[in-house]
């Protein structure tokens, strides 16, 4: 079996998250991705030493996660040498993702109009915070500020709540997904016409996609939607602590045909016939009171003893779990959503898997991320530069 | 210029919202999808008259905004003549998308192996809640139970605190823009080979790999990642609340001469030399001390007052919006990111865009959802089927 992507090639001029995951993706499914890094600086996020309070260790999960399986050239593109050998790499490439800043791709000679005209097939594809027009094309960005403006983190809370601030990478990792989308679309635009063409996607724009269900609804009613304390949750599509401070998360829908089975599973077989709570109009009439019954329940066993309880009913709940937990969940072992790599330095780790399952040509989790410039003179060198040019370019410090 | 999907068919047979959501990615780049539903009552999502709270305003938003642009069919598959119909129209079918459950799937006889050798060339794409393995493949799934269940929800809140509601439909159509990219792989990886596949990402497996970076980072440490408290958060990446009650997000990079523009916009230039914050080390020893400096400073003057304040500075900062503010965010608005609807006994609404800029084939918001059985009678003609065909379907009730 191969992957979809072999034989395609990807240069990538990305920092952070949203940039370097998008490529992530397609290194993933085979795609060859060299990745031009500044040889002072390196990609910031090579140097990231905890994350929450999570210390980093011998093995850089966050860096790791997004560039294992690329090359790594270390080339200073302000030097004009370094620019013709990224022009050769053009030449030659599918595909160009970055997320610079538009200001600095211009500054650098690559914006979309100058390497469009380098290479007419090549796919350009741009990840911004704001847009490619508006008065904020140019502001910085981070993801935090996609969630803020696009109001997503306003659905999360009660009205006039201090927002969440949402975990790592969360929204890069979305907005690179819709990227990837793209980029996809447009290859397969250029495998039926040879055109290449740019594709854009920004945080703000990524965001609001995502959130559009509650957008749209609130624009045509004129009024916000916000997260809702427990008791106006729906009963059965709501979380439930547990005696040791854990969740449940139950998932039932409002038209439930189960409520028997649903009461079995609970313990609440008393309930079977309860006028107030054995229809769907009924439960939604007392909502209130039937939270506090389960407010009740749940607290009388521990999250574990409820997990071994609900195991075999096939109703929507889960466990609100910890991260360190999924290493153990069978659900997620069984279907590779975790995988083991070996880490030349921290030896057997586990990392997220692709978790996307393409029967024919599955993708593939490649170890691991190239050290800052590992493959710079090999490229050179297959580009035609001799050791001689090499040296020179060492020199001048257009290259590490 | 030309939509990247013309002439591609898809036969969506997909319910709620992460298997139509899918399909309306692909409505949008031009494909042509028709939707198979039920005769009696369509899809649930048909009958949904509010979203937390806020009321369906002269058209049902939720509904509309992933199945606008497709046709609308309806049969009946368990009867024999519907059955038929529907495998003519995979025989000529590109795409698949489906996210009922596996066992349903296989008795309506429209699971993959059935399907794929009617027609080699499909792509099947299916969303499930759990993945196609495991103890937990044929349980339930909503979006709750895979934002759960990947851990992503306790890395919201601190540890121990009960996690936010999750804004509707945000999880699926996170996993949706997952699968359509698989979906794109596999569509490009048939266009050079000729082979389709089954194309699977589940509900836990996408919202595992929007998370990849927090669950490798904490599985290494052993230890798990939470939410953080405003004042232990970092001071510069950080939101803090205005005087009107509402926030301001932060996210300002760690470097010294960011930090020294951040002091003049804000006006807290005294503080460029502080010792307690002049360097990076120092300001990141001494943030609970700057958070509450900033805490102090940002309650002197309203959002809005500090949006006009900032608005000139290019360092990434972002108002918290609420949704219904979008419709009048410039930035939105020059981007496309809201576009305008007319509907029918309705009049104009604004509803998210496709917020993806291909510069060559674009795609489109196109008109609005189709009436449960809409296409049903055109779509069989076109399949060759008479009208007395279409009255004895009618008749038996295989067909609305």
Known sequence: MSMPLEGIKVLDLTVYAFGPQ?????AEMGAEVIKIENPQTGEPIRWIDAMREVPVGKFKAYFEQTNRGKKSIAMDLHHEKARDVAYKLIEKSDIFVTNLRMGGLERLGMDYETLSR???????????????????RN?????????????????????????PLCPPAFGDYTAATFLAYSIMLALFHRERTGEGQMVHVSLLGACMKVM??????????????????HEGDGALYSMYQTKDKRWIQLAVVQDYRGWVEFCQAMGLEHLNDDPRFNSFESRRENNVALISILDEVFLTRNQSEWIERLEKYQFPWAPVRHFTELASDTQILENDYIVSLDDPEAGEVKVVGTTIDLSKTPGQIRSKAPELGQHTEEILLELGYTWDDIIVMKEQSTIL | MSAPLEGIRVVDFTIQAFGPRTSEYLAEMGAEVIKIESPRGGDPLRGVDGLRGVPSYGFNSYFDQIQRGKKSMTLDLHFESARQAMYKLVEDADIFVTNLRLGGLERLGVDYDTLSLMNPRLIYALGTGWGLKGPG??????????????????????????PPTWPPALGDYIAATYLVYGVMLALYHRERSGRGQLVHTSLLGAFMKMAACCVDASLYANQDMYGM????EGALYNSYETKDNRFIQIAVMHDDASWAQFCEAVGIEYLKEDPRFGAYEVRRENSDALVSILDELFLTKTQSEWIECLEQWQFPWAPVRLLTELASDPQVIENDYLVTIDYPGVGKAKVVGVNLDLSETPGIVREQAPELGQHTEEILLDLGYTWDDIIAMKEEGAIL
């Open chain 1, 212 to 229: 559009s269900a509650c957008i749209d609804t609130s624009i045509a009613a004129g009024k916000d939607m916000f997260g809702l304390p």
């Open chain 1, 139 to 163: 502001r910085g960005a981070f993801e935090a500020t996609g969630f803020a403006r696009s109001a997503l983190v306003s659905g999360l809370v009660e009205p006039g709540s201090r927002p």
């Open chain 1, 22 to 26: 998008t490529t992530a993706y397609l």
């Open chain 2, 137 to 162: 493949r044929n349980r339930g799934g909503f979006e709750v139970t895979g934002v759960a269940g990947s851990g992503m929800l306790t890395s919201f809140v601190e540890r121990g605190v009960r």
């Open chain 1, 118 to 136: 380098v290479n007419p097939r090549l796919i350009y594809a741009i990840g911004t915070g704001w847009g490619l027009k508006g008065p904020a």
């Open chain 2, 229 to 232: 408290s405003h004042a232990q």
